[in-house]
Structure formats: C-alpha cells, structure tokens
T-cell receptor, first 111, second 110 residues
Framework: GAGVSQSPSNKVTEKGKDVELRCDPI?????LYWYRQSLGQGLEFLIY????????KSGLPSDRFSAERTGGSVSTLTIQRTQQEDSAVYLC?????????FGPGTRLTVL | GQNIDQPTEMTATEGAIVQINCTYQ??????LFWYQQHAGEAPTFLSY????GLEEKGRFSSFLSRSKGYSYLLLKELQMKDSASYLC???????????FGTGTRLQVTL
C-alpha cells in the first residue's frame, strides 16, 4: 500500500519568504507528526495531531511555525518569514497506534 | 530534561556482529524504538521494546533494561546494505513525545 508522502521533495527559498510543506499520511492512521532534522542533529519533534483532539504544538520553535490538518488527513506545515536557521529536512510521520511511519521528507534550504 | 546518548560513529566488517548502545534519561518512559535511516532517506522502523529483555527479528535484535535506562541494537551477519544511521528513540511521559538520539552512523567495510 501507499506510504506517507510529502511534497515538495526539495524547496529553496529566500530569507523572509513564507513556505508551505505538505504531508499525506497513510490512510486510516489517526496520528500525524512533524519533525525537523538538521545536519548532524537528531530528529526534533515539532507538532502532533491525534484524531480530532487539539494538536500538541509544544515542539514548535517559534510563532513563525504553524501547522494544520484538514479532515483528519492531509497536513500542511507553514513557516512564515523564513530564516537561514530554518534550513533542514522536515519529516512527517503517521501512526495507527505506537509505531510511526515516516515520509521521505522535504529538504528546505533558506538562502 | 530528556537525554538520549548513542555513539556517533561505528565501523564493522561484513559478516561480523555489531552492537549499538543507547542510554537514556527521560521524564517518563512508554517504550523505546530503533529506526534505520539511509543517507537522504526516511527513517524506517526496526523494533519497539516496552518490556525488559531481548526481542529478536531476523538478523536484528533489540534489548531493553528499563532499570538501567539502557538499550542496544544487535546486528548479525552484517551486509554492506546495513551501512546507515541507527536512531534510538524513546516514547516519554506523554504518548505524543518521541524523543530521538542523534543517531549512530554505521559503516560496514569489506
């Protein structure tokens, strides 16, 4: 079956611009996560959606970051006024219970 | 705070056995995961330990000791394709929080 998909696979933007990253989870998975992986760093938790519950936003690094999940399926991570330190791979994962299944990620480069 | 430690890099020979250790100090524990990540690719699930002991799955085994805050991933009969980063991750107090170590980059040589 289809796995988690993310788009775009690569995004290059200029400092100060807004970007939107998309995640399509595995069908039927109720939980959806966003992580950030910087070069040489571990995965950093950003935000978690579970069903219709309020999302856990405790990992978002600043108010420039936001995410939404429409209809309990597709999710969009938005970064406003991008900074060079936002350059990283942004990974999405979905889960039916405990195990998380990751998408291929979006590599974001802020010039 | 949350702290997960793994060696940064390891090298092993094709056909050999390698053990990758992970120690953790976290506020709460609901299970420990191991993921494999090839360069430029997404992490893929390897194992999930909730109770103490050894879980074996083919060439890969994972061990957990909750009292010691310690886990290891054992890879047997190493193959060149096993060259990858291996990520240790802990489910902490709230089920939503999966905290990752920085990963161990394993290089398998001939």
């Amino acid at each position: 079956g289809a796995g988690v998909s993310q788009s775009p696979s690569n995004k290059v933007t200029e400092k100060g611009k807004d970007v939107e990253l998309r995640c399509d989870p595995i069908s039927g998975h109720t939980a959806l996560y966003w992580y950030r992986q910087s070069l040489g760093q571990g995965l950093e938790f950003l935000i978690y959606f579970q069903g219709n519950s309020a999302p856990d936003k405790s990992g978002l690094p600043s108010d420039r970051f936001s995410a939404e999940r429409t209809g309990g399926s597709v999710s969009t991570l938005t970064i406003q006024r991008t900074q060079q330190e936002d350059s990283a791979v942004y990974l999405c994962a979905s889960s039916p219970s405990s195990t998380q299944y990751f998408g291929p990620g979006t590599r974001l480069t802020v010039l | 705070g949350q702290n997960i430690d793994q060696p940064t890099e390891m090298t092993a020979t094709e056909g050999a056995i390698v053990q990758i250790n992970c120690t953790y100090q976290t506020s709460g524990f609901n299970g420990l995961f191991w993921y494999q990540q090839h360069a430029g690719e997404a992490p893929t699930f390897l194992s999930y330990n909730v109770l103490d002991g050894l879980e074996e799955k083919g060439r890969f085994s994972s061990f957990l000791s909750r009292s010691k805050g310690y886990s290891y991933l054992l890879l047997k009969e190493l193959q060149m394709k096993d060259s990858a980063s291996y990520l240790c991750a802990v489910f902490t107090g709230t089920a939503s929080k999966l905290t990752f170590g920085t990963g161990t980059r394993l290089q398998v040589t001939l």
